[in-house]
């Protein structure tokens, strides 16, 4: 089993920044993809970031390129997400998920992903 807590979301205007941290349990996080997805109300959940578990390999939602890094510290079995340049429309939960133990799909698809953490909001204003 694998426990994720996420934190980091909050209020913030557009153009601003945020950071959102999620910190895994076990022993087993250095061999799992890791990824971020976000959902709006009355959406679906939605693709935003992955990092394979070496940190060579990265993938971002077309939504967020240029504006969101995904990065890992497999010492401290954390996975970021920095945001900047904020616009209303990211606004969402956001949810940290745990990929197969040295997982090869597609790590867009939410499927690939075996363990959730329990989400943290982000709120921007316009």
């Known amino acids: 089993q694998v426990q994720l807590v996420e934190s980091g979301g909050g209020l913030v ?3 601003g920044s945020l950071r959102l941290s999620c910190v895994a349990s076990g022993s087993t996080f250095s061999t ?4 971020w997805f976000c959902q709006a ?3 679906e959940r ?3 970031a992955a990092i394979g578990w070496s940190e060579r390999a990265v993938w ?3 939504s967020v390129k240029g504006r969101f890094t995904i990065s890992r510290d497999n010492a401290k079995n954390t996975v970021y997400l920095q945001m900047n340049s904020l ?3 990211d606004t969402a939960v956001y949810y940290c998920g745990a990929g197969r133990t040295y997982g090869v799909g597609d790590p867009r698809i939410s499927n690939q992903y075996d363990y ?3 989400g943290t909001q982000v ?4």
């Open 13 to 15: 205007q557009a153009g």
């Open 32 to 35: 799992r993809r890791m990824g």
């Open 41 to 43: 109300p009355g959406k």
């Open 46 to 48: 939605e693709f935003v």
């Open 60 to 62: 971002y939602g077309d």
């Open 87 to 89: 616009k209303p429309e």
């Open 116 to 118: 959730w953490g329990q």
């Open 123 to 126: 709120t921007v204003s316009s």
